[in-house]
């Protein structure tokens, strides 16, 4: 019978895995999952990712194994490594996952595809989350997001068989090489999660039956929201469990609650977790569309916005979080711990950089992209360009540093956490600690401007002028004209009850 590869991308897993059950139906199955240079070297990629990915590709051997398979990792570009691979086990087919990724993926795919064109190699991609490919229009979307997510999971194929000159090879099957094999600096993120398929459904149990309960109510929080929020999102990212069944086991869950009662907190909670699942894909679907927005604003009106005058000092402070707003120099510095900071204080660092240091999207979401260990090419550029102001059509998000310790970390906790220098300064000055009096400073141990640094900025001022700007452009025709036509892309559509899909 004819062999039938399975190209793993980000779809490190075998449960709910169509391409993996489909080929396994057909023939022999030959798993093959591929380090690219072009990839684990690219402006928006992390050791930390690739620590992740090892991590589960270590649990997807396992799990191959268990049923009768193989994983092959390979290093090189592609399709060379395609090429290379099928002078020794040649191959009639290709099974895959789509990707929404960024544009190097997306090139890669395209190269892919016709290679296969021209070596009489079959090919075929199948859908795994609520993105539709060459979609016509943005009406009816979400209709196609609940048709995927309802229909049913994939099984697990019972038993796999590999090609049968597989041993005679010189290919070593299982084998992941370490970061520094590829070319790779050490993770430094020591407190990122840990990669995985079973770690995954580890993680929604404890969501869905212990942690979840008050999400809706902790979220916003990067106190509470650290065990509130869900924290399945980059093995949602890279595939080691599926939107689907992340879906379907919710709504299980929310049903089974429904029927008991003093459940409403935890109903409310799991019905606001499935609307950001929609919104997961509303997001990705943007770039699906339109991928140049990884590069250009969505209303091109914005072009010469913020281009030019870049202010590498402001950056770097940013950066570092060295900014002197405590709340974003802990969010900041959180994240390079562990790769994950709450959605809230995301849009906030991200509003910060774009309205108080006035900094244009593309290299603060090149850096940030590098820190999530969650990196979603589709929700972060769309994201990005939102809380940038540049979509055209979203309302003006602008955070008050201040106003969000003082309402998502009023007792300090988070930043005393991860700004030590602030950990003496008493709490009714931990949010502004430059209003400290110079003998206060003195005897808490904190001089500003020598152990914290002041304020980069002075936000009532810099945001004001930023808001101007935006909103000065807003009003012209060429802005509502750029508008109308974003909207008509991108622009979220009303669900039965009137409340739009974001």
């Not at 990707?99 to 859908?127: F, H």
């Not at 992941?176 to 990669?195: D, F, N």
């Not at 974003?328 to 240091?357: E, P, Q, T």
Request: net charge neutral; hydrophobic share 40%; glycine share 6%.
């Amino acid at each position: 019978m004819a062999v039938q590869l399975v190209w793993f991308k980000k779809d490190l897993r075998v449960m709910d895995h169509q391409p993996l059950a489909r080929a396994a139906a057909c023939g022999p199955v030959l798993c093959v999952y591929v380090v690219e240079p072009a990839v684990i070297f690219a402006d928006d990629f992390d050791a930390s990712h690739q620590l992740f990915i090892n991590q589960c590709l270590q649990d997807l051997h396992q799990s191959l194994t268990y049923i009768g398979g193989s994983l092959l990792i390979m290093r090189g570009d592609l399709p060379d490594a395609f090429e290379t691979l099928r002078k020794t086990l040649p191959f009639e087919k290709i099974w895959c996952h789509e990707e929404t990724g960024n544009d190097i993926t997306y090139k890669r795919d395209l190269s892919v595809q016709a290679w296969c064109k021209k070596n009489g190699v079959r090919y075929e991609e199948m859908p795994q989350t609520g993105v539709v490919r060459r979609l016509a229009s943005r009406d009816g979307w979400s209709a196609k997001w609940f048709e995927r997510m309802k229909a049913p999971l994939t099984p697990v194929p019972t038993r796999l068989v590999l090609p049968e000159n597989i041993a005679a090879t010189e290919f070593s099957f299982g084998v992941i090489p370490t970061l520094a094999e590829v070319g790779l600096s050490p993770s430094t993120k020591p407190g990122a999660q840990h990669g995985g398929e079973a770690l995954a459904h580890e993680e929604l149990e404890s969501f869905l039956f212990q942690r979840g309960k008050n999400y809706r109510y902790e979220m916003s929080s990067p106190v509470t929201g650290e065990s509130s929020c869900s924290r399945l999102s980059p093995y949602l990212t890279f595939g080691a469990i599926s939107l689907r069944t992340v879906y379907q086991a919710s709504v299980e869950r929310r049903q089974s609650l429904s029927a008991l009662p003093g459940n409403g907190t935890w109903q409310k909670s799991l019905s606001s977790f499935e609307e950001r699942l929609v919104w997961h894909c509303h997001f990705m679907q943007k770039l699906e569309d339109e991928p140049a927005i990884e590069f250009h604003n969505m209303a091109r009106v914005y072009d010469d916005l913020r281009e030019g005058g870049f202010r590498q000092d402001y950056f770097d402070a940013w950066c570092e979080g060295m900014t002197g707003y405590p709340m974003i120099d802990a969010c900041m510095r959180a994240l390079k711990h562990s790769g994950w900071v709450n959605f809230r204080m995301r849009a906030m660092l991200v509003s910060f950089a774009s309205f108080d240091l006035w900094l244009h999207w593309r290299p603060t979401a090149l850096y940030l992209a590098k820190h999530f260990l969650d990196f979603e090419p589709g929700i972060h550029y769309s994201q990005f360009q939102m809380q940038a102001g540049t979509t055209g059509i979203n309302s003006i998000r602008v955070y008050s540093p201040i106003k969000q310790g003082l309402d998502q970390d009023p007792n300090g906790d988070f930043i005393r956490r991860y700004v030590p220098e602030l950990k003496n300064v008493p709490i009714e000055y931990l949010h502004q600690p430059e209003l400290m009096p110079p003998l206060f400073q003195q005897f808490h141990g904190c001089i500003i401007g020598k152990d914290y640094p002041a304020p980069i900025v002075d936000h009532t001022q810099s945001s004001k002028i930023a808001k101007d700007r935006i909103f000065a452009m807003r009003k012209t025709i060429e802005a509502n004209l750029d508008a109308d036509r974003v909207f008509k892309k991108h622009g979220s559509r009303k669900k039965p009850g009137g409340k739009a899909w974001r």
